[in-house]
């Protein structure tokens, strides 16, 4: 469906349904001086960052994005102050951010000392941060495309609450973007995705400026626009003609002079715009030259009436883009493309260069001179209003603002003993699934809180026991035709609303995506919810980006890798993953592990159910250096070669050890010559090398690191700490200078090659630094070094010239 406001009749008639809000008490003039303070506010912030706060001479431009914000201003300011209500949740186009705060300082939600420092250490930020900016910003942007799809899985987030049981009103997850924006690829696979689970209640909002940080953008792009959309079941309204210019084409001539806009290139009319009215009269009147009523229609008008007019598209007409937003009912997904010049009503107006561009000095003094802003009120909230009691007013009874602040909590849950399976032999991918099997049948408020997903790995990944308990999730029944039909099946394939799993199609970033939305569901929403998703390993890097942002945001899921490295050998280099476990290292706010046994990864899920829910301060432990109070979320990078168990171990020390990075597998004497430090997989080739050796060398130690995420993190805060002494030191303090210490991982070796630095010991890593190749795990591993016998050779290599009796 296509609702286009080139056909809404040139006045706002009384039986529009914005008609009866902005005729009472002036309320569309009380928008028209919020959008000018808005406007004006937020290009001060950002000369005031770059020209007038006291900057270093080594600091380069501070920026900012006064184009780009005003050519959003009016949208921003008729959706906070018109459309919005308290449960609607908006994602802001990033270098929209500004006017953003503004609205938020105009509201008391933001203060002027980090408006102030816009850009500066402790301000607001670049681009709206949920975890960094002060005020109520619902979603972090700042990774184009990522924003702007994130409302698509806030939405699906919503349905699934309301199928589990929650009665709030859904609201509209809204997206602010640049239509720029839609050049990332991510935007697509979204909308899919969107598709497939019949989504609703999602509103986007294009800033149709026609232009990109170089250039213009390719005429046209409009079309293929609407046509994607309306391809994916959105309902498009295109928002191209202000007020002004509906009633200038019910005027003689108008109908040309509408023609004439509809057939001008981009480049032609941004330039237009940026040259102002004179520009536009010689244009118009020589292009459309009929020596009657369209000339007529031009000449009636002065230089600045005529650029009024050719610049009121309906983006920045607040009759219209009220009246749109009033019309646009139901929970169909929506769209509207709305018309800009970016810059407007800045003397940057519609040049090709005012995407990174400041206004100078001079301009900057013109533009308040402009705004009527007397010297030294500039950071006034409601400087130049001329009915300060009536704008308060009608800011008092606004509905987006009239609960306050929208960040919710959610009680934690009860988590359950973890209870780890009992096979002698099993592979840590099959573990994880017998266990989430096992919580699934006991059942409680952790198991009935927990939504899973993939992308399209459900099955291979281990998930089939947890989702024949608990079903897959749709807002509506759909029958497993299989069983249906009789056709044996060892997966139960039936939706419901109150199935716990949701089925992704195989774009790992909307996987990212849709976890980053559900675990802000306490925040969001209200409702925890634990959030377990997984993927194989080497296609982590695939939904990096959006992991990334996820993260960013504080959201808190568990993300499971598996199968993992050259031990999935039969699947080729494509399929196996190398720096992995240095993605996890490197993530904040995600805590990784690769544990090689049951127990082990029994202990890890537990811990990290409890993790993911923790909210408290930053402060590091002072035994581990780590900030495990606030929280975080969880990687498990995991293997499908099955590996013999150990036998119980109940030492409550081994349970610490596990959870802090690592633990002694087999504790090294005090003279010893040799420690062997494995992580994963490859526990089986550490503990056979360490016996064949142990007859040559001298107390030889095994050390198991289940986290080097954790152990290099706690090592590294020690550091910066007085007297702070990590689990890395406490674990390698009673080794004698002369150790060797031989690293071993089915991974990147840098994972654990640092681990000599600690306390300054020789160090052999070994690991996977090249692509792998099809094969046997045994011929991958001999390839590699890191099977016994490579691990052996290493410590005949490195032993000073000692060789191996």
Known sequence: ???????????????????????????????????????????????????????????????????????????????????????????????????FHAIQYLMGNQTRDRLENFRGYG??????????????????????????AMPIFASLVQDYLQGHGRAAPLGRMVALIGDAELDEGNIYEALQEGWKHDLRNVWWVIDYNRQSLDGVVREGLFARIEASFAAFGWRVVRLKYGALQREAFAEPGGEKLRGWIDACPNALYSALTFQGGAAWRRRLMEDLDDQGPASALIESRSDAELAALMENLGGHCLASLCEAFDATTG???????????????????????????????????????????PEGAE????????????????????????????????????????????????????????????????????????????????????????????????????????????????????????????????????????????????????????????VYDPFVARGLDALNYACYQDSRFMLVGTPSGITLAPEGGAHQSIGSPLIGMSQDGLAAFEPAFLDELAIIMGWSFDYLQRDGEQDPDPRTGLADAAGGSVYLRLSTRPVEQPLRRPNPGFAQGVIDGAYWLREPGPNAEVVIAYQGVVAPEAIRAAGRIAGARRDVGVLAVTSADRLHAGWTAARHAPDGVSQADRLLAGLPPHCLIVTVIDGHPMTLGWLGAVRGHRTAPLGVERFGQTGRIADLYRHFGIDADGIVAAVGRHSAGRPLG
């Open 331 to 373: 929970e169909q997904p929506t769209v509207f493309l709305a018309y800009t010049v970016k810059g407007w009503g800045t003397p940057l107006a519609g040049h090709k260069d005012n995407h990174a561009g400041l206004m100078t000095v001079g301009q900057m003094a013109q533009f308040q001179q402009t705004m009527a802003i």
């Open 123 to 148: 301000g607001v930020q670049s681009y709206p941060s949920r975890t960094k900016d002060m005020d109520d910003v619902d979603f972090s942007t700042g990774s184009v495309g990522l924003g702007a």
């Open 379 to 534: 950071w006034e909230p409601f400087a130049a209003v001329a009915d300060e009691a009536g704008l308060r007013n009608f800011l008092s009874r606004v509905p987006f603002f009239s609960e306050g602040r929208r960040r919710f909590t959610a009680p934690q849950l009860p988590v359950p003993a973890t209870i780890a399976p009992t096979d002698r032999i099993l592979s840590t991918q099959a573990g994880f699934g017998k266990i989430l099997d096992e919580i699934a049948r006991l059942g409680g408020p952790l198991a009935d809180r927990i939504v899973t997903t993939s992308p399209d790995v459900t099955v291979s990944t281990n998930l089939g026991g947890w989702v024949n308990r608990r079903g897959l999730f749709a807002r509506t029944t759909k029958a497993d035709t299989f069983r249906d039909e009789r056709i044996p099946s060892t997966q139960k394939w039936a939706f419901t609303p109150g199935g716990q799993h949701i089925e992704l199609g195989i774009a790992e970033m909307n996987l990212m995506l849709l976890l980053g939305a559900a675990g802000l569901s306490h925040s969001l929403f209200g409702e925890r919810l634990i959030p377990i998703g997984t």
């Open 1 to 99: 469906m296509q609702c286009d406001l080139m056909t809404i009749a040139p006045e706002v008639t009384s039986t529009s349904p914005a008609a009866g809000l902005l005729q009472r008490a002036g309320d569309l003039s009380h928008l028209e001086t919020l959008h000018q303070r808005l406007l004006w506010l937020s290009c001060w912030t950002i000369h005031h960052a770059n020209h007038l706060r006291k900057k270093d001479e080594r600091d380069v431009k501070v920026g900012g994005h006064q184009a780009s914000s005003a050519s959003m201003a009016a949208i921003l300011t008729a959706l906070y102050f018109h459309a919005l209500r308290p449960g609607d949740r908006v994602a802001v186009k990033p270098h929209a951010g500004p006017v």
